[in-house]
Each structure stands twice: as structure tokens, then as C-alpha cells.
Nanobody
Framework: QVQLVESGGGLVQAGGSLRLSCAASGPTFSSYSMGWFRQAPGKEREFVAAINWSGSSTYVGDSVKGRFTISRDNAKNTVYLQMNSLKPEDRAVYYC?????????????????WGQGTQVTVSS
């Protein structure tokens, strides 16, 4: 079983940057595909970005394309979400998730493990 702990959220002005981190427990981190999702107030949780087991392949959602980047360091059991040019509409709770597969997946149902979330607030 994988346990995930997000960090790095906070309050930032529009146009600013934040880097979220997700630390995973367990020795098999590299066998999981990882993803970031977010949920804004009153909205459903949505896909943000995903990365395959090795980090060689990534995919980001259309709403954040060109602004957000996902990466991972398997030696540190950590996945990152670099968020640049933040907008007020990026405000949400951001969740890290792990899927027990090697390839990229964007479907929430394929992610078996979830972190508790970290709040990101962007002021205009």
C-alpha cells in the first residue's frame, strides 16, 4: 500500500508560481504511475497532470497546459507539480494520486491511492 503526503500549497498572487510536492511511502514507488488532480469549491475533482513510472512521459490537462509541469524523482519517492503563471481559477485543493500501472492514466478510477490534499489559493 502507498501512502501519499502533499505539501507546498499556499497563497500566491496571480502570475506567481508554486511547486507542490508529493512524498510517497513504500519501496515500490517506481512501479506506480502518478497524477495530480484538483477540486475547486462547488466543482467536481478534475485531472491536472500525470506521469509514467520512469518520468519519461507526461501529460497535462488543457486548462494548465503551458503553465504546469509534472515531474518525479524515484530516488526520493517524490512527484512534483510546478505551477507557473497562476490564475485565480487555479484555486483548488490539489491531490496527488498513485495508479498501480506503468503507463500514464488520466482516469480517476484507475488511481487507487490518494493523498489528503493541499490548498492552493491565488489572489487577483
Amino acid at each position: 500500500q502507498v501512502q501519499l503526503v502533499e505539501s507546498g500549497g499556499g497563497l500566491v498572487q496571480a502570475g506567481g508560481s508554486l511547486r507542490l510536492s508529493c512524498a510517497a511511502s513504500g519501496p515500490t514507488f517506481s512501479s506506480y504511475s502518478m497524477g495530480w488532480f484538483r477540486q475547486a469549491p462547488g466543482k467536481e475533482r478534475e485531472f491536472v497532470a500525470a506521469i509514467n513510472w520512469s518520468g519519461s512521459s507526461t501529460y497535462v490537462g488543457d486548462s494548465v497546459k503551458g503553465r504546469f509541469t509534472i515531474s518525479r524523482d524515484n530516488a526520493k519517492n517524490t512527484v512534483y507539480l510546478q505551477m507557473n503563471s497562476l490564475k485565480p481559477e487555479d484555486r483548488a485543493v490539489y491531490y496527488c494520486a498513485a495508479a498501480q500501472m506503468l503507463g500514464i492514466t488520466t482516469a480517476q478510477r484507475t488511481y487507487a491511492y490518494w493523498g489528503q490534499g493541499t490548498q492552493v489559493t491565488v489572489s487577483s
